[in-house]
């Protein structure tokens, strides 16, 4: 009797079910300490920060009296403003029958966790500069769309340098300077370097060819004293500014605001973030609909505290050259 897979199909399984379960893929977060926290004040929604402004100094004359001056002030403020959830639940027939069930269930409160922090990091880039104008200081604009000759849109040395100038110009220190950028920015280095760069002083490709300038979100190399990490979070925008190393007006169409700023202490960092709620995980039996329900709450709020230390570069989406 001949035992093949024609007269023996019972006996093979029509379908087998992998143990392993292939979740979406998630980018990284940025590091901690981007912004100064404030979480301490207690209650209400808005805290108010007084700014004292600079000492004005006065030539004496001999014998007279003198003149005194009041120190200006101002405030700063950071609201609470967002108050998020995620709730998901799980039946008692999808337990029953799943042979999953548990690693789904197991998986709810880490991908709840997830998803707010995404949109914490989300709410602290979003942009706290005024639009379409260049927020000059000290002669130096701190907003402007990267313009590659005639193309708007797309980052060069340039802005890296002017950038760095318009920094010392407002007297930020020059440690603990990064900038948080789009992946399209190391595109447009990788291609506008890779001539100049990888052959002229490297010849043989080390390092730039086989890594790029980013490995694991962070920029392997400082360019004009920036340390540079990647980030798919920043906020889009539609702007025309007339500023910038160019000195003319240009424009982006839903461009990504790229951020240069310094974090060297919490009296540098452009911003300042507070939470009223870290995330509150909480599990109920819904005997009703015979399911247990998972939730995740948390409240924060965020604001600017420097514009001296906040430089915005607008930057194509797409365009990288």
Known sequence: ????????????????????????INDGFLPEGIHRDV?????????????LGETILRDYVEDTGIEFDAV???????????????????TDKLKQDAYKAAALEASIPKEHLRVIKERYETDLLANKQTVSVPGNINGFAHRWVAASGSTAGVITLEDFNYAKLSFDKANVPEEGRVLIADPIV????NHSMAATVAVNNNPQFEGIITTGFAKGRRFLRNIAGFDIWLSNRLPRVTETIDGGPHGSSKSVTSGVVNQFMCLTDDQH??????????????????VTFKRDEYSTTARWGFGKQRDETLICVLTSATAYK
Do not use: C
């Open 186 to 189: 190391e595109m447009s280095l």
């Open 269 to 286: 960092k452009p911003y300042m973030g507070a939470w009223r709620q870290q995330p509150q995980a909480e599990g109920f039996r819904n």
């Open 1 to 24: 009797m001949s035992n093949t897979t024609a007269n023996q199909a019972p006996l093979i399984k029509s379908a087998i079910f992998s143990e392993f379960i292939l979740e979406h």
């Open 39 to 51: 979480s301490d004040f207690g209650d209400g929604t808005t805290l108010y920060i007084p700014v």
């Open 72 to 90: 200006d002030s101002g405030q700063v403020t950071l609201t609470i403003t967002d108050y998020v959830s995620a709730a998901s639940y799980v």
